[in-house]
């Protein structure tokens, strides 16, 4: 199975992983990072999830060679908090959000999540919900399209492109990515879509909603927060400015002290910063690593420290 980890060597530091610590890959894959995290705790545990069965069967092989102090849940991370409370784990010592496709999940063209294969218009990460991107293509409305368009692909022809898709799906429903690819094309004009290529964008919104992306790290990365040991560590990659912009925010919100509460001489317990930016600045990928990974170039790495 090949499969690229992301800034590995970056995350494991930036971890700073226990021998009997307790860590979260809130997002397995194909477990290049949990690998190396389970090679490091011999006497700790480690805890995945994933909502992607074929990731979960590969990883539960490969993890078992090393070690069996690891536990892998079939469920998004939105809901690995519950999870945690059901295996009495009160703190723990380091999670990893990453927060990309895995290269096996794009590469298999019948998942539907690639705009340069021909496949069903399907998109889902977890194979057994029934929500696919041919849902939302042949269901929404047009204002809901092109908000969705906007909103997750920042994409200026978003009501274009809309216009499109509910006048095509009039006479035959959408079903096929490379179908979708046309009309995007069609819609915006050559000129347009080969200098802007708006395919990249509109898949990425309808990936995103598909699988409730961004709501799901909303809910999630305050959690992991509030359950994070003293001197634990998160570490989150991400691949866009959407999600980036999303982490960005929740870490400062809770590394800064209130505006309310920011002239008082004495800081109530409860308004103190529960965090603090391991770095100011993302971490990106080194030269090395897009010779050798050119997908791993959007990648931006942020780590953050609990005080």
Do not use: W
């Amino acid at each position: 199975m090949k499969h690229y980890s992301v800034m590995l060597k970056e995350v494991i530091e930036g971890l700073q992983i226990k021998d009997d610590g307790t860590y979260v890959d809130a997002t397995l894959g194909y477990a290049g990072h949990s690998t190396e995290i389970l090679k490091r705790i011999k006497k700790g545990m480690l805890f995945a999830f994933d909502a992607d069965r074929e990731a979960i069967f590969y990883s539960h092989q490969h993890l078992s060679e090393i070690s069996n102090h690891f536990k892998i849940f079939h469920s998004n991370f939105k809901e690995m908090d519950e999870y945690l409370e059901k295996e009495n784990v009160k703190n723990v010592d380091g999670y990893l959000f990453d927060l990309g496709l895995s290269s096996p999940e794009i590469d298999d063209a019948k998942r539907g999540f690639s705009f340069m294969s021909d496949a069903n218009l399907d998109m889902r990460m977890n194979q057994d919900n029934f929500f696919t991107a041919s849902d939302i293509v042949n269901s929404y409305e047009e204002e809901e399209l092109a908000n969705l368009f906007f909103k997750y692909a920042e994409e200026k022809k978003s009501r274009v492109i809309a216009k499109a898709i509910v006048n095509r799906r009039k006479n035959k429903k959408i079903t096929r990515t490379l179908e979708l690819v046309d009309i995007i094309k069609d819609s915006v004009g050559a000129n347009y879509f080969y200098k802007n290529h708006p395919e990249r964008e509109i898949f990425q919104a309808l990936r995103i909603e598909v699988n409730g992306e961004l709501k799901a790290i909303e809910e999630a990365l305050p959690k992991a927060i509030k359950r994070l040991n003293k001197g634990g560590r998160i570490c989150v990659i991400t691949f866009h400015s959407l999600e980036d912009r999303l982490v960005k925010n929740i870490f400062r919100k809770y590394s800064e002290v209130d505006e309310m509460v920011k002239g008082l001489p004495e800081i109530p317990k409860e308004y103190q910063p529960l965090i603090r930016l391991v770095n100011k600045k993302p971490i990106t990928p080194s030269s090395l690593e897009l010779e050798e990974n050119s997908r791993s170039k959007s990648a931006k790495l942020r780590i953050v420290e609990r005080i």
